[in-house]
């Protein structure tokens, strides 16, 4: 490849990695030195990049015989166009790798390519069909198959014959990633070709929060409190969580707020409610209790039926959960929780490095801690942070240092975060940027390296982490369903805590994106975005519930005081005239 071309190629790249134009803008200037020729060809592959239409604005045939008008100049054609040393692969279009035709499509061939920036696979269509099956020594120009051109949300070529079988879920490596079913909602927008996920929330409309649903002066939060935090989403979000049946519960302790995200037909309901320093989320029962740790205490709430049929509007609730028990712990720093085995409740008590269960008599019951840690003592001196739960027993955690100093982890944030085995007390993988999450899935070990912004597996022999996704943000918070991952992200504030990490490099603060992306783990794909547009900066923990558009009541007194639930072999004691029909 000549020299101007690899120049070409090299800034091109450089400049689609800014999302924002400024930056764009910046890198742009400063990488062609002023050079005209350079920047003439940078700007060609540049205009075809943020296009909707095709990508070279002209057809495959007349490029070859020289009649495009857009592209007539030499040094403004996307001459980096070249074959590729691997077997399956034909060439490079940019940071694109064109793999072979698998098949006709409408009016040409279909053909994966697999962008480089984005990290997965995009449908693509060869205009001249002569093109498909060889290198072109020109320039290769395609459309976009956008989503209203797929059957059921499925590409094209993953119809043809040779790529029957690849829904089994099994990833061979980056280039076997494609794009994955969509709900039909999605169909509903043209997204551009290359766009990231977190670019479409762009034109999407704004996410309302919840209108209270008792009158007013009722002692809870009023819409207009909650203005400052909006929120706004991709298309497909809201059919994603009602094909799961599900809302969605997301604190951030910065906001000081439990966030419930509930399917509301073609847009998010996001609903806000008022926590001191809300943190980690445990949900047992199928849905039916779930834990939450704040500043000082642990909450537990039940979900009563009986109070959600009485919401107005009538019928829309299917669920209302109201405080059964608060336990105070002082503050412990609490971080994340899960539900064991017989019901009890683990938590990562990070203030005293350990983990902890609650008992009556006590603030807390230390139950383990990492062996480099040789005393209890409120000096957070490894920021134990993740717990994963198998087979009912805490089996993962993950820490920020190995350290049994004062905050000792500090010194080496960037890349002294650990990931350990509770049972045997071993350090499984080293060499993390401040992991948070541990997951047990499908046989293999999640975890979050927030500081780079990714989504990976470590593996246990060789204690190996790889990355599987890279997102906009910093990563923690995460629930898996049905190889859905639904995964926090937070801006990250340029703080010391923050400092030097890999995310605070790779991204500049206005590409740092706070809220919660789903990530097909069988493509390593970004596919969905809630996106918090302000009042929300940073998020903890992720949980997706079993109902469908929950309430929650924990600061509505006049409500709680009228509201008492009995066991269900009592109701036949209690006067009809208080009786709700049904059992709680």
Same mark, same amino acid.
């Given at each position: 490849?000549?020299?101007?071309?690899?120049?070409?190629?090299?800034?091109?790249?450089?400049?689609?990695?800014?999302?924002?134009?400024?930056?764009?803008?910046?890198?742009? #200037?400063?990488?062609?030195?002023?050079?005209?020729?350079?920047?003439?060809?940078?700007?060609?592959?540049?205009?075809? /990049?943020?296009?909707?239409?095709?990508?070279?604005?002209?057809?495959?045939?007349?490029?070859?015989?020289?009649?495009?008008?857009?592209?007539?100049?030499?040094?403004? *054609?996307?001459?980096?166009?070249?074959?590729?040393?691997?077997?399956?692969?034909?060439?490079?279009?940019?940071?694109?790798?064109?793999?072979?035709?698998?098949?006709?499509?409408?009016?040409?061939?279909?053909?994966?390519?697999?962008?480089?920036?984005?990290?997965?696979?995009?449908?693509?269509?060869?205009?001249?069909?002569?093109?498909?099956?060889?290198?072109?020594?020109?320039?290769?120009?395609?459309?976009?198959?956008?989503?209203?051109?797929?059957? =059921?949300?499925?590409?094209?070529?993953?119809?043809?014959?040779?790529?029957?079988?690849?829904?089994?879920?099994? =990833?061979?490596?980056?280039?076997? $990633?494609?794009?994955?079913? *969509?709900?039909?909602?999605?169909?509903?927008?043209?997204?551009?070709?290359?766009?990231?996920?977190?670019?479409?929330?762009?034109?999407?409309? %704004?996410?309302? *929060?919840?209108?209270?649903?008792?009158?007013?002066?009722?002692?809870?939060?009023?819409?207009?409190?909650?203005?400052?935090?909006?929120?706004? /989403?991709?298309?497909?979000?809201?059919?994603?969580?009602?094909?799961?049946?599900?809302?969605?519960?997301?604190?951030?302790?910065?906001?000081?707020?439990?966030?419930?995200?509930?399917?509301?037909?073609?847009?998010?309901?996001?609903?806000?409610?008022?926590?001191?320093?809300?943190?980690?989320?445990?949900?047992?029962?199928?849905?039916?209790?779930?834990?939450?740790?704040?500043?000082?205490?642990?909450?537990?709430?039940?979900?009563?039926?009986?109070?959600?049929?009485?919401?107005?509007?009538?019928?829309? #609730?299917? @669920?209302? #959960?109201?405080?059964?028990?608060? $336990?105070?712990?002082?503050?412990?720093?609490? /971080?994340?929780?899960?539900?064991?085995?017989?019901?009890?409740?683990?938590?990562?008590?990070?203030?005293? @490095?350990?983990?902890?269960?609650?008992?009556?008599?006590?603030?807390?019951?230390? =139950?383990?801690?990492?062996?480099?840690?040789?005393?209890?003592?409120?000096?957070?001196?490894?920021?134990?942070?993740?717990?994963?739960?198998?087979?009912?027993?805490?089996?993962?955690?993950?820490?920020?240092?190995?350290?049994?100093?004062?905050?000792?982890?500090?010194?080496?944030?960037?890349?002294?975060?650990?990931?350990?085995?509770?049972?045997?007390?071993?350090?499984?993988?080293?060499?993390?940027?401040?992991?948070?999450?541990?997951?047990?899935?499908?046989?293999?070990?999640?975890?979050?390296?927030?500081?780079?912004?990714?989504?990976?597996?470590?593996?246990?022999?060789?204690?190996?982490?790889?990355?599987?996704?890279?997102?906009?943000?910093?990563?923690?918070?995460?629930?898996?369903? =049905?190889?859905?991952?639904?995964?926090?992200?937070?801006?990250?504030?340029?703080?010391?805590?923050?400092?030097?990490?890999?995310? %605070?490099?790779?991204?500049?603060?206005?590409?740092?994106?706070?809220?919660?992306?789903?990530?097909?783990?069988?493509?390593?794909?970004?596919?969905?975005?809630?996106?918090?547009?302000?009042?929300?900066?940073?998020?903890?923990?992720?949980?997706?519930?079993?109902?469908?558009?929950?309430?929650?009541?924990?600061?509505?007194?006049?409500?709680?005081?009228?509201?008492?639930?009995?066991?269900?072999?009592?109701?036949?004691?209690?006067?009809?005239?208080?009786?709700?029909?049904? *059992?709680?």
């Amino acid at each position: 490849m000549p020299l101007e071309t690899d120049k070409t190629q090299t800034v091109f790249l450089a400049v689609v990695e800014k999302t924002s134009a400024a930056g764009r803008t910046a890198i742009q #200037y400063e990488s062609c030195n002023d050079t005209a020729p350079l920047h003439r060809r940078v700007a060609a592959p540049l205009r075809a /990049h943020d296009r909707t239409d095709p990508l070279l604005g002209c057809r495959a045939a007349d490029q070859l015989t020289g009649h495009s008008s857009e592209l007539a100049r030499p040094d403004e *054609s996307l001459d980096f166009h070249h074959s590729h040393s691997k077997p399956e692969m034909l060439a490079w279009l940019a940071h694109h790798k064109v793999h072979p035709a698998v098949g006709p499509g409408e009016i040409g061939h279909m053909l994966p390519i697999f962008d480089q920036t984005l990290q997965c696979v995009v449908a693509v269509q060869a205009l001249a069909p002569q093109l498909a099956g060889s290198v072109c020594p020109g320039v290769l120009a395609v459309h976009a198959r956008g989503p209203s051109c797929r059957r =059921r949300g499925t590409p094209r070529y993953d119809r043809h014959p040779r790529h029957q079988g690849r829904r089994s879920g099994r =990833r061979t490596g980056a280039a076997s $990633h494609r794009r994955p079913d *969509s709900p039909r909602e999605a169909g509903r927008s043209r997204p551009a070709l290359f766009r990231p996920v977190w670019a479409q929330v762009d034109t999407n409309m %704004t996410t309302p *929060s919840a209108p209270d649903s008792l009158p007013p002066g009722d002692g809870r939060p009023s819409a207009e409190g909650q203005s400052s935090l909006r929120a706004a /989403h991709t298309p497909n979000f809201p059919s994603l969580l009602r094909q799961l049946g599900a809302s969605l519960l997301v604190t951030t302790y910065q906001a000081g707020k439990l966030v419930m995200v509930r399917d509301e037909g073609d847009h998010l309901n996001t609903h806000f409610r008022t926590f001191k320093a809300p943190m980690g989320l445990a949900l047992t029962d199928g849905g039916a209790k779930f834990a939450i740790g704040t500043t000082l205490q642990v909450w537990e709430f039940r979900d009563v039926p009986n109070v959600a049929r009485r919401l107005e509007p009538a019928g829309k #609730y299917d @669920s209302c #959960y109201l405080p059964r028990s608060s $336990h105070i712990t002082g503050n412990v720093l609490i /971080h994340e929780m899960a539900y064991g085995a017989g019901g009890q409740l683990w938590f990562v008590n990070t203030r005293f @490095s350990c983990l902890a269960t609650l008992d009556p008599e006590s603030s807390f019951v230390p =139950r383990w801690r990492p062996p480099f840690v040789t005393e209890l003592e409120p000096s957070d001196r490894c920021h134990l942070n993740g717990l994963a739960m198998v087979d009912g027993q805490p089996k993962y955690v993950t820490a920020l240092g190995e350290s049994n100093e004062m905050a000792g982890w500090r010194a080496n944030k960037a890349k002294g975060g650990i990931l350990m085995d509770v049972g045997s007390g071993e350090v499984v993988c080293r060499g993390l940027s401040m992991p948070h999450s541990p997951r047990w899935y499908g046989g293999r070990l999640w975890v979050c390296e927030s500081g780079s912004g990714t989504l990976g597996t470590v593996d246990r022999n060789t204690g190996r982490y790889e990355a599987v996704a890279r997102v906009p943000g910093f990563t923690r918070g995460l629930d898996i369903v =049905r190889d859905l991952a639904f995964v926090g992200l937070s801006q990250v504030r340029e703080s010391a805590v923050f400092s030097g990490i890999p995310i %605070t490099e790779r991204l500049v603060p206005e590409e740092r994106t706070c809220g919660v992306c789903v990530v097909d783990l069988r493509r390593g794909e970004t596919i969905a975005l809630l996106k918090f547009e302000s009042g929300v900066q940073e998020i903890f923990a992720v949980a997706l519930l079993p109902r469908r558009f929950p309430d929650l009541i924990n600061d509505d007194e006049k409500l709680l005081e009228s509201s008492f639930v009995v066991p269900t072999e009592c109701l036949g004691e209690v006067a009809a005239t208080v009786r709700a029909s049904g *059992s709680a």
